[in-house]
């Protein structure tokens, strides 16, 4: 299967690290189509990298506003490793409405660290404009973002707000249900996963991958495979701690506490889970997942710290102890990459509603969370076009059928 010449045009929401590393990684496979190593799947439904278009960006921040894609990755407060820097995209970035998409305690740090909201965006921040925000001003914003994502023909848009952003991942939602553009919710706020969210997906015939991006090779994917494996080889999980510690701007967001209760929930759930399939209760299992702490001088690394206490033959001791260093957005592009062309193959056959298989294999909080070998075994046939018992149900014709028969 083979599309060379076909575009899936991708919109982002939120210019920071995450979107740095991929348009990097884009633009590198594209350039050495040779090289698939670093890739989880080269071909995804006849799509590869170089098929991914990206046609327009939306920030807040005055140092990114009115640049080309292509410079403003590599603009403060941004501090992903820089891999790959031949950018060719020229993407416009167009500004966005704050919502409540800052947090304001970054405020109380310098300038190269964090966000600087554009001055007439200080006016739709909710969090902290008061009485002076301007809800004619968030409306006409709107209106310039549809009008943009219709201009440049967008089919998928990219959630990097972030975390907490409950607000702001809405309003981008309703917008794509309204233009009938496909989500790739990166962040912890439930759309995919919560049910009347994913049916107003389903009414207007959409597909979507959500909620919450797990990374490529990061603390969550290594959580769940040492869960699976204790459960595998018998033991009992008495506890299951993993702890965070980076120095990018989404450590320093989430250093509002308030900030935290979807993320915190998110990454749990991931561990949660794999008790939940197997019908193990977690009443005598201590699980903790969460960011512990902003370190700036680490910038763009993440250092994940891992405790399980097990209990084993005869109730025998096991511990482990283990720690991930990682650069943290290309870790995250290196699954989005591929989230953007499955969510994009399921379009182009029929499918609508939250994508079971992709959304586990890619996100922490999907609709349904599953094992990794099915969920791997759910998008190896997406990539191949093919249907199986849980996509069958996705499709656009199966809800209309069911739709006559009520």
């Not at 278009?53 to 640049?67: A, H, N, P, S, W």
């Not at 959630?159 to 794509?176: D, R």
């Not at 199986?388 to 209309?400: C, G, N």
Request: glycine share 6%; net charge negative.
């Amino acid at each position: 299967m083979s599309n060379i010449d076909k575009k899936i045009k991708v919109a982002i929401v939120g210019v920071g690290n995450c979107a740095s590393s991929l348009v990097q990684g884009v633009e590198y496979y594209t350039r050495y189509s040779e090289k698939t190593s670093g890739l989880m799947a080269d071909n995804i439904g006849g799509y590869r990298a170089a098929n991914i278009e990206f046609v327009c960006g939306f920030d807040v921040d005055e140092r990114k506003i009115g640049l080309a894609l292509k410079d403003a990755i590599f603009t403060k407060p941004n501090c992903a490793i820089e891999l790959y820097t031949d950018i060719t995209s020229a993407a416009p970035v167009y500004r966005s409405p704050v919502l409540d998409g800052v947090s304001p305690q970054m405020l109380a740090y310098p300038a190269e660290n964090r966000f600087v909201v554009k001055e007439e965006l200080k006016e739709t921040d909710l969090l902290t404009s008061g009485e002076r925000y301007n809800e004619a001003l968030t409306a006409t914003i709107r209106q310039e973002i549809i009008s943009r994502l219709q201009a440049h023909e967008a089919e998928v848009l990219i959630n990097y707000l972030p975390v907490g952003s409950q607000l702001a991942t809405e309003f981008y939602a309703e917008i794509c249900l309204e233009l009938g553009i496909s989500l790739v919710n990166c962040i912890p706020v439930f759309i995919a996963s919560d049910p009347e969210w994913e049916q107003k997906f389903i009414n207007a015939s959409i597909p979507l991958i959500g909620d919450d991006m797990r990374s490529q090779f990061g603390a969550s994917i290594l959580s769940q495979m040492l869960q699976e494996l204790a459960f595998e080889r018998g033991h009992h999980v008495k506890a299951h701690i993993q702890r965070n510690v980076g120095g990018n701007t989404d450590f320093l967001n989430m250093e509002d506490k308030n900030r935290l209760k979807s993320k915190k929930i998110s990454k749990e759930n991931v561990i949660r889970a794999q008790n939940d399939i197997r019908g193990i209760s977690t009443a005598d299992s201590f699980l903790h997942a969460g960011p512990s702490e902003y370190i700036a001088f680490y910038g763009d690394n993440k250092v994940a710290n891992f405790r399980l206490e097990l209990e084993g033959f005869m109730g025998s001791p096991v511990t482990l102890d283990a720690q991930l260093s990682v650069q943290d957005s290309p870790n995250s592009a290196g699954v989005v990459i591929d989230a953007v062309r499955y969510v994009y193959v399921a379009r182009e056959m029929g499918l609508v509603g939250a994508l079971r298989g992709p959304s586990a294999a890619t996100q922490k909080t999907p609709p349904q969370q599953m094992m990794f070998a099915d969920a791997t075994y759910e998008c190896h046939a997406l990539a191949k076009r093919e249907l199986t018992a849980s996509t069958r149900k996705q499709l656009k014709m199966s809800f209309e059928l069911a739709d006559k028969m009520d």
